[in-house]
């Protein structure tokens, strides 16, 4: 079938809505009538430093209406409302054991261009077009395997719920999933986007005594206050570590990194106390520190979380209900654009003017 979808053909380049071919499902995949898409920071990583070969179609935080399924596929059925999430395996140890993001074939069913088959659902021109994520949601329809498809609630508006997906997910997963804080331990997030303001939320949810959100934009900040932290800091205006060890008595139990800037990452081992624990959840370069002094000496523990250690069929849900409680207002963070406004939600997302962009395919 005919479709639309943004394509990018080489490093860096805008994306263009262009015409395209899309296979018919395999027996373990699902076709999507996208709806709406997220906006990640992953996307434009993908794009502007070559992770998926080109050209590609991106696209990660899908949602949309099952039209079509594989004669294998047991957990949706047409009319279904979905979210899409990442590839995994589904029979290496990592996914066996409930811990998908950790799939050792993930970078390459998430980021290697092609299905799990190592075919293409997308044609131009009689060539290949890259998937990405397994289902490239930046288009008007996506075939998925059928592990990448969460079916979702149909009385909450499904255009809001594709970035749970990814970002959302994987802010609250790395709190809910992750670290599990008892009620009353204290937690730092650095970076009030929407993968920190997430955790900001599950934070609430769990009770942590202080979510201290860090950021430099004082209408983050604002923000992050409204959805539950009990204190902000302006990364530019004040010692953050020790305002940390102070409101903390201390320091915290648990932090966050969204930012992947490593002098940040620097504040956020400083700023925990004896036995606390670091998340790095963003794509963080090289950088250098004495681990005696930053980790071992009081026994802390710096650890990657991909999507949140999240089993998706299992946490998307969960969200959804908690969204449906009115414990989980992710819609604060969200800003809608036509699908036309693709480029310009990718600027807006860059700039910081949108927490949360959502493209709408009309």
Do not use: W
């Amino acid at each position: 079938m005919k479709i639309k979808a943004a394509v990018t053909h080489g490093l860096g380049e805008d994306f263009k809505i262009e015409e395209l071919e899309l296979s018919d499902p395999k027996p373990n995949e699902v076709l999507i009538k996208i709806v709406a898409s997220g906006v990640c920071h992953t996307d434009a990583v993908a794009r502007d430093l070559g992770l998926s070969p080109f050209p590609a179609v991106f696209g990660h935080e899908g949602s949309g209406i099952v039209e079509k399924v594989g004669s294998s596929v047991r957990t949706v059925e047409p009319g279904d409302h979905v979210v899409l999430s990442f590839s995994y395996c589904g029979h290496c140890e990592n996914c066996l054991t409930g811990h998908p993001g950790t799939c050792i074939d993930f970078n390459e069913l998430n980021f290697g261009g092609k299905m799990e088959d190592h075919s293409h659902r997308l044609h131009q021109h009689d060539h290949g077009v890259s998937s990405f994520f397994g289902q490239s949601s930046f288009g008007t329809y996506a075939i998925a395997n059928e592990r990448n498809v969460v079916k979702v609630d149909k009385e909450v508006n499904l255009e809001l719920l594709g970035p749970l997906g990814c970002g959302i997910q994987t802010g609250a997963g790395t709190v809910l999933n992750q670290f599990k804080p008892k009620f009353g331990e204290s937690i730092v997030i650095f970076g009030a986007g929407s993968v920190g303001l997430s955790a900001v939320m599950a934070a609430k949810i769990v009770g942590c005594k202080h979510i201290i959100a860090v950021d430099i934009h004082t209408n983050r900040l604002e923000l992050a206050k409204e959805l539950g932290a009990t204190l902000t800091l302006n990364g530019n205006e004040v010692d953050v570590v020790k305002e940390i060890k102070e409101a903390t008595n201390g320091g915290s139990h648990y932090a966050i990194d969204t930012t992947g800037v490593p002098e940040v990452v620097k504040q956020g081992l400083l700023g925990l106390r004896p036995l606390g624990q670091l998340a790095i959840v963003g794509v963080t370069g090289d950088m250098t520190f004495n681990v005696h002094e930053y980790i071992m000496a009081e026994g802390k523990t710096l650890v990657g979380v991909i999507e949140g250690d999240a089993v998706p069929q299992l946490f998307i849900p969960e969200l959804v209900d908690y969204y449906k409680k009115g414990m989980f207002p992710f819609d604060k963070l969200v800003e809608f654009y036509d699908f036309e406004q693709i480029n310009e939600a990718f600027e807006d997302s860059l700039s910081g003017k949108s927490i949360k962009p959502i493209l709408r395919m009309n």
